[in-house]
């Protein structure tokens, strides 16, 4: 075999490479918008109760997820952002570039993480259990089992406690 058909040979298996590595990524962004979707199905269920009284507020807004890898305007990462307003006060679950093997992770604002720390709900495919990490500084991260008692848990935090 010559040079030139080495690399011809070189090349096609490249092209044949990169084509399954973009068909497994899209493949994986299909679960991970779904999974997504499927977290913000179970956080209205949830607050169904509350919501349904009016204290408080459950909004989907069209996202894409972006960062340093993956800037906005090149992102295939295309979701929704899920606002929920209590008191008067945005708490934004807001998904991350997915991350290495599918990983998916929603940062949570607005809610006190302490004052270098931060909070986010993380998700590991296949698995489909959503677990809240709170990080401080360069402790390891305190995971907690996120459901309808641990995120009323977290939401109390922002309702104002008369003193008296």
């Known amino acids: 075999m010559d040079d030139v058909q080495q690399l011809g040979e070189m ?3 490249y092209a044949d490479s990169e084509a399954h590595k973009k068909q497994l990524h899209q493949a994986q962004a299909t679960v991970w918008a779904e999974q997504i979707k499927a977290l913000y ?3 209205e269920q949830w607050l169904a109760p509350v919501m349904a009284l009016g204290l408080l507020e459950l909004s989907r807004e069209t996202y894409v997820a972006h960062g340093p890898s993956a800037p906005v305007e090149t992102s ?3 979701t929704e952002k899920l606002t929920l307003t209590i008191t008067g006060k945005p708490v934004e ?3 991350e570039v997915m991350g290495v093997g599918g990983l998916i992770s929603l940062s949570i604002m607005g809610l006190a993480a302490t004052r270098h720390g931060s909070i986010s709900l993380v998700c590991q495919p296949p698995s489909v259990q959503w677990q809240w990490r709170r990080t401080n500084g360069l402790k390891d991260p305190d995971t ?3 459901d309808a008692n641990f995120l009323a848990q977290q939401l109390q935090s922002l309702i104002p406690r008369e003193r008296g």
Do not use: D
Request: glycine share 14%; hydrophobic share 55%; net charge positive.
């Open 11 to 13: 090349l096609r298996h």
């Open 41 to 43: 199905g179970q956080i």
């Open 76 to 78: 295939g990462f295309k």
């Open 93 to 95: 679950f807001v998904p």
């Open 144 to 146: 907690f089992v996120f």
